[in-house]
C-alpha cells in the first residue's frame, strides 16, 4: 500500500509520531478526502491557505500535512525576521508564502515561477494569508536555456543577474547546478530540491555547492526512487 511506502520514507527524516501523522493525512487525502463534502472555509495545507475549499475530512486530519515538509522545515528552522529572499521555482506557493511569513513586514520575498498559471495560484495563496512582508511574483525562468518543457514563450532570466538576499530557495527541476555555479554572491543560505531524474543528481549538487564554499549541513533523501533530494547549505564566508 502506497500509505506504508509513504510511512517509510517519511520515518527516515522525522520522528515516529511525525511519520504517523503524516502518513494518515496521506492515507485520507488518497482515499477518503475525494469523497468527503465541502464545506464553507478555505482548505489549508500546513496553516497556508490555499484557493480550494476544504473537505469535512480537513476539520479532522489536517489536508497534505507532509506537503513541502522537509523545505518547509528548512524554512522554519533557518529562514529569520527581516530576510531577503529568492525562490527559484514557486510551484504551489506554499513554502514562498511560509517564507514571506518568516521574514516579517521588514522582509521581502522574491519568486520566480515559469509557468503562468502558477504564478497566478502563488498570487492568489499570497493573498489569503495576510502577508506583510514586500513581496514579488516574476512569471519567469532562471536559466540560460529554456527547458524542453516549459512554455514556448518563456522569459529567461541570466542566473548571474538574480539580486543579492540573504536566502536563496532553488526547486527548478534540473537548472540547480547552473544557477549555483553562476551565482555573483553568496546567501547566507541555500536550500536546493535536488532532481537526478532531470540531470542533477544528489551528489553533483552537493559538489556544485561545496565548490562555491557553502557547507552542506542537512540532507534529507525525498523521493529516493526519482532522485529528490533535499540540501541545505550555508555560506562559508
Known amino acids: 500500500m502506497k500509505a506504508l511506502s509513504h510511512f517509510r520514507t517519511v520515518s527516515k527524516n522525522t520522528n515516529l509520531l511525525t511519520a504517523l501523522k503524516f502518513s494518515v493525512s496521506y492515507f485520507v487525502d488518497s482515499y477518503i478526502r475525494p469523497y468527503a463534502p ?3 472555509q478555505s482548505a489549508a495545507i500546513r496553516n497556508i491557505s490555499i484557493t480550494k475549499k476544504a473537505k469535512f475530512t480537513d476539520l479532522f486530519v489536517p489536508h497534505k500535512a ?3 515538509y522537509l523545505m518547509c522545515k528548512l524554512i522554519e528552522e533557518n529562514t529569520q525576521r527581516n530576510d531577503s529572499v529568492v525562490v ?4 504551489r506557493g506554499i513554502t514562498a508564502t511560509l517564507e514571506a511569513k518568516n521574514v516579517g513586514s521588514n522582509g521581502d520575498v522574491l519568486i520566480f515561477e515559469a509557468f503562468p498559471e502558477k504564478s497566478k495560484k502563488i498570487k ?4 489569503a494569508n495576510s502577508i506583510n512582508a514586500e513581496t514579488n511574483v516574476r512569471t519567469a525562468a532562471v536559466a540560460n536555456k529554456k527547458p524542453s518543457n516549459f512554455p514556448p514563450k518563456t522569459i529567461l ?8 538576499c540573504d536566502v536563496l530557495e532553488l526547486d527548478c527541476e534540473g537548472a540547480e547546478i547552473e544557477i549555483i555555479d553562476k551565482l555573483p554572491f553568496l546567501p547566507r543560505d541555500i536550500y536546493v530540491e535536488t532532481h537526478g531524474i532531470y540531470g542533477t543528481p544528489r551528489d553533483d549538487v552537493i559538489n556544485a555547492l561545496e565548490r562555491n564554499r ?3 549541513v542537512k540532507s534529507f533523501d525525498h523521493i529516493k526512487k526519482k532522485g529528490i533530494t533535499i540540501l541545505h547549505g550555508r555560506s562559508n564566508s
Open 38 to 40: 465541502t464545506i464553507d
Open 124 to 127: 492568489q495563496v499570497l493573498s
Open 88 to 91: 527559484v521555482g514557486g510551484g
Open 157 to 164: 532570466v541570466d542566473p548571474s543577474d538574480l539580486p543579492r
Open 214 to 216: 557553502f557547507e552542506v
Open 66 to 68: 507532509y506537503h513541502e
